[in-house]
Structures are given as structure tokens and as C-alpha cells.
């Protein structure tokens, strides 16, 4: 994250946001070109990939303002591979962004309707109210997003908010589904957590970052919100990633800790930002009874 105004946002990480990879071990960047939330730097938003196997850029997807308009901030993305499709949320604007791989071609869908807008709440986390730098409320969008384990439902949730929305993906995907087919394609999950990563294994829990608890929770295919792990070292956990079990083995779950609740950006001064930041291994949830 080197660039400066004047240089080619084109050709430099503007503000890297997220991190994933496929379940082809594709490795994908997203960079919203927003650095500091100050504004969209035109040419800048991509979600760049690369093939970790061959050390290879392998293509990079760049988005308009059509897509990341100036106050957008392009968040998380979740790859589908069999569909060759990325999904990802714009917590700035709010919105979901379909991208076709194949073709390079992308849509803004559900741009301001509620499942994708901050809910009117209050967050404490750190024992402080999270506020924004004006010093209100903070107002952060859709943010954390997962596929299920058959890539048919897309899950997302605003992360100033605790209500949890999917969609079938193929309603999503589909070219030919026109707004009010996408809308009323849109369901109301559950009551959750204030969360900023998510992702789902394969039994099909449902992870979060439960902020205002320093914790990991989630929820299991029949409904029930649990803890995963409560610990003062999740300190603002985010950025999950999943390493699925084999051999016997069980599977890992992977978050980092971001402290952004201690950082300037939200208001806090002098900056109280001093780490440790880490990256941190859990067991996944015990498979379902």
C-alpha cells in the first residue's frame, strides 16, 4: 500500500482490504481504492488474482464508477469456482457486486436497500462506544459475506447491525433477474452479532466476529447462536479463513485481530494503536449430531 496521489492507482495497491482464497488455491486482492475513506481514487478499485502455485499474476478485474462510485468501499469477496462468479460487498455505499470471471463483466445489485444499509444501533467494543471521526454513531454497510458449502446461498450482514441476509445465488447471478426478482429473492436469516469477518465451513456453521465480545461465535445449520472462543487477545477479530479437515484431522479456523476500535479513523486521539496484531488458528465448530 505505497501509493501516493499522483501515482498510476491502476498499477499500486491503493488500500488493500481484503485477502481470500478459492477453493482452487487462487489467491484474490481487493483493493477498494479508498484510502482513508476519504473518497474513491478513480482507477484504483480492483480485485486482483494471482496463482500462488505458479507465483503468476493471473488477471486483474477493475471496476467503474458504476460499480465503486466515489463513496463506495469495496469490503470482502467470496469466490464461487464451479460458477466461475465473485461476490462481493461494497460497505461504503451498500450493495452486493456480482462479478462474471469469465467475461470480466460485473453488477451492482441491492444498492441502499436495507439488507445491504447500517441498522440504526449502538456498538460497544473495547468498553467504548464505537464512533465514527465526526464523533456519531459509526455507519459501516454490508461488510461480512460467505458462501454455504454448495455456493446455492450468499449470506451477508451490515457490520453496524445484527441482523443476518441471504440470497440464492442463482437469483444473484442470473443476468436476466431484474431488481424486483432480486429483492424479493432476499430473506431474513437471524438476530446476530456485531460482526465484521464471516465465513462457513462445511457443515455449514456460520462464523463471526463478534466485536463487543472479543469473541468467535456461531451458528449452527439448525439455528443456534454459540461461542466458539471468548479471549481478550481478539482484539477486533476479522479476515477469516478456513482450512478444511483431512485425514483425520479437524479443520482450522483462521482470524486476524485489526484493533481498528483503538485507531484515529475512528476518532480515537492521540492514536492508542499499538498492538500485537495476529493472526490466530482455532478448531472449527464440532460437526453437528
Not at 477498494?32 to 494471482?50: I, M, Y
Amino acid at each position: 500500500n505505497l501509493w501516493e496521489p499522483g501515482d498510476d492507482p491502476s498499477r499500486a495497491w491503493v488500500c488493500v482490504q481484503s485477502v481470500h482464497v478459492d477453493s482452487a488455491s487462487r489467491l484474490w486482492v481487493l483493493d477498494p481504492a479508498n484510502p482513508r475513506f476519504e473518497g474513491v481514487v478513480e482507477g484504483g478499485p480492483k480485485l486482483v488474482l494471482f496463482d500462488p502455485r505458479s507465483d503468476r499474476l493471473g488477471r486483474v478485474y477493475r471496476f467503474g464508477p458504476t460499480i465503486a462510485p466515489p463513496e463506495s468501499y469495496l469490503n470482502d469477496v467470496r469466490v464461487d469456482v464451479r460458477a466461475h462468479r465473485a461476490y462481493i460487498t461494497d460497505s461504503g455505499g451498500g450493495a452486493i457486486i456480482v462479478l462474471d470471471l469469465a467475461s470480466g463483466r460485473a453488477r451492482r445489485l441491492l444498492d441502499d436497500h436495507f439488507s445491504t444499509e447500517a441498522e440504526d444501533i449502538e456498538i460497544t467494543v473495547g468498553n467504548k462506544p464505537l464512533l465514527g471521526p465526526d464523533g456519531k454513531t459509526l455507519r459501516v454497510r454490508a461488510d461480512g459475506i460467505a458462501l454455504d458449502a454448495d455456493n446455492g446461498w450468499l449470506y451477508w450482514q451490515a457490520l453496524t447491525g445484527r441482523t443476518l441476509y441471504r440470497a440464492p445465488t442463482r437469483v444473484l447471478g442470473d443476468w436476466t433477474s431484474g431488481p424486483v426478482a432480486i429483492t424479493a429473492s432476499v430473506e431474513i436469516v437471524a438476530d446476530t452479532v456485531v460482526t465484521d469477518g464471516m465465513a462457513m465451513d462445511q457443515a455449514k456453521n456460520i462464523y463471526f466476529s463478534a466485536l463487543e465480545r472479543d469473541a468467535v461465535m456461531y451458528r449452527t445449520p439448525s439455528g443456534e447462536l454459540r461461542t466458539l472462543i471468548q479471549d481478550p487477545r481478539l482484539s477486533w477479530p476479522d479476515s477469516f479463513a478456513i482450512r478444511p479437515g483431512s485425514d483425520g484431522r479437524p479443520g482450522r479456523l483462521y482470524v486476524t485481530t485489526a484493533r481498528i476500535h483503538e485507531s484515529e479513523l475512528l476518532g480515537v486521539e492521540p492514536d492508542q494503536r499499538t498492538g500485537p496484531y495476529e493472526v490466530l488458528s482455532l478448531p472449527l465448530a464440532p460437526a453437528p449430531e
